[in-house]
């Protein structure tokens, strides 16, 4: 939304969906966010992990207590259209009601990062990779955009520097982030009047990037990312969730571009 003044975002009674809150950067995401909403919104809180939801729930209902939060369990790797019809219908109620409604698609996976490219051979490996971070991103949006018809709809995806640059034994992971960029690229295109951001979030300092360091093939980018951790070179989850803040605040960007967390404001 390209805009010289300063848009009104934050403040209002708002409806928001976070996926892959049970840890992380959705973790930190649904609570900063829950902090800006106005009374009476509702936040909606998506992974498998009833605890760490129950955590998250339980920091938002600190952090501000005149925000709803619902949770449920759900397993994004074998997306069910119904159930996620279910959940934003019955949890929205009537849409009418809120002056904005967010969409943030966070969850994720890192695909397996102990083959190349030229091992990425099992279609059951690939389908459930794709499963949870292509084709459920696309039928939460659905089922988000059918209730949602009209008002200020803000879609998130969080997104990577895998997105536009190739990593030896990120594979899965770069495929994965570039084709839900782009999903999010056609779906600004076809529909002008949502709000659509991918947020780039730097490498923040949580256990995908253990994840990568301990299991990664590639010498060479195992190195990358130890050089990263051990310089300092990671960003915080509060330095980062800051920033999108900073960015949903201004919202100088054009629906369906990307944003990066090194980018100056
Ligand atoms: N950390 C980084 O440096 C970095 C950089 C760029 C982009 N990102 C992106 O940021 C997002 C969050 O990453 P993170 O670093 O916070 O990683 P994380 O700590 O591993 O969190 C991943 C989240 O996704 C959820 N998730 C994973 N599989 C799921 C499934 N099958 N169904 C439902 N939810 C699932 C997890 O919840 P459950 O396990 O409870 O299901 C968890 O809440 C990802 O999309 C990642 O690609 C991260």
């Known amino acids: ?156 995806n969080v997104t990577s520097l895998c997105a536009l640059q190739p990593f030896k034994s990120l594979g899965y992971y770069c495929i994965g982030k570039t084709s839900r960029e782009m999903y999010f690229r056609v779906l600004a295109e076809e529909n002008p009047s949502l709000d659509i951001l991918n947020y780039s979030p730097g490498p923040v300092n949580t256990g995908m990037i253990t994840d990568v360091i301990e299991s990664v093939k590639s010498g060479e980018t195992k190195t990358l990312f130890e050089n990263l951790r051990n310089t300092g070179g990671l960003v915080s989850l509060d330095q980062t969730t800051a920033r999108i803040i900073e960015v949903l605040r201004n919202g100088k960007y054009k629906s369906g571009d990307r944003v990066d967390y090194f980018e100056p404001l």
């Not at 900063?32 to 729930?57: A, H, N, P, W, Y």
């Not at 009537?94 to 996976?109: F, K, M, R």
């Not at 279609?123 to 292509?134: G, V």
């Open 1 to 156: 939304m390209a805009n010289e003044m300063v848009r009104k975002f934050w403040g209002q009674k708002t409806y928001c969906i976070v996926t892959g809150a049970s840890q992380g950067i959705g973790r930190n995401f649904a609570i900063e966010f829950s902090k800006q909403f106005g009374s009476d919104s509702v936040i909606v809180l998506m992974s498998r992990s009833f605890s760490g939801l129950e955590s998250t729930s339980r920091l938002i209902a600190a952090a501000n207590p005149n925000v709803k939060v619902k949770v449920h369990i759900v397993d994004l790797s074998i997306p069910k259209k119904d159930a996620l019809e279910t959940i934003v219908t019955e949890s929205a109620g009537d849409p009418s009601q809120y002056s904005l409604s967010i969409l943030v698609h966070n969850a994720g996976s890192l695909g397996k990062v102990n083959h190349l490219a030229s091992e990425m051979n099992d279609i059951s490996e690939w389908n459930t990779f794709m499963a949870l971070n292509l084709y459920s991103v696309t039928m939460l949006t659905a089922a988000f955009l059918n209730v949602f018809k009209t008002g200020h709809r803000t879609l998130i």
